[in-house]
């Protein structure tokens, strides 16, 4: 069972920057694939970015040139730093990974991007 913790997350102003991480825990699992998430108020769950033990990364349009993703496969952690932040980024970012355990949610972390 792979457990997942994000923390980072917070209020910032548009243009602002943050990172979040996230740390998978647990044991008798390898993570092949790691990802964020983002849901907004009366939205549904979308795809934000996810990076592969390969190091091949993948960005959904809206944060592509604005966020990064990076992970260290061998300390089960993953990150995204989101610069210029914009009121539409304003979402809960759940971190995702893909192991031979299955898949794994955190439960989530605010991002709230206000003036």
């Known amino acids: 069972q792979v457990q997942l913790v994000e923390s980072g997350g917070g209020l910032v102003q548009p243009g602002g920057s943050l990172r979040l991480s996230c740390a998978a825990s647990?044991?008798?699992?390898?993570?092949?694939?790691m990802g964020w998430y983002r849901q907004a108020p009366g939205k549904q769950r979308e795809y934000v970015a996810f990076?592969?033990?390969?190091?091949?990364?993948n960005y959904a349009d809206s944060v592509r040139g604005r966020f990064t993703i990076s992970g260290d496969f061998a300390k089960n952690t993953v990150y995204l730093q989101m610069n210029s932040l914009k009121f539409e980024d304003t979402a809960v970012y759940y971190c995702?990974?893909?192991?031979?355990?299955?898949?794994?949610w955190g439960q989530g972390t605010q991002v709230t991007v206000s003036s």
């Open positions: 995702n990974t893909q192991s031979s355990s299955g898949q794994s």
């Open positions: 647990g044991s008798g699992f390898s993570i092949y694939a």
């Open positions: 990076i592969l033990s390969t190091n091949n990364r």
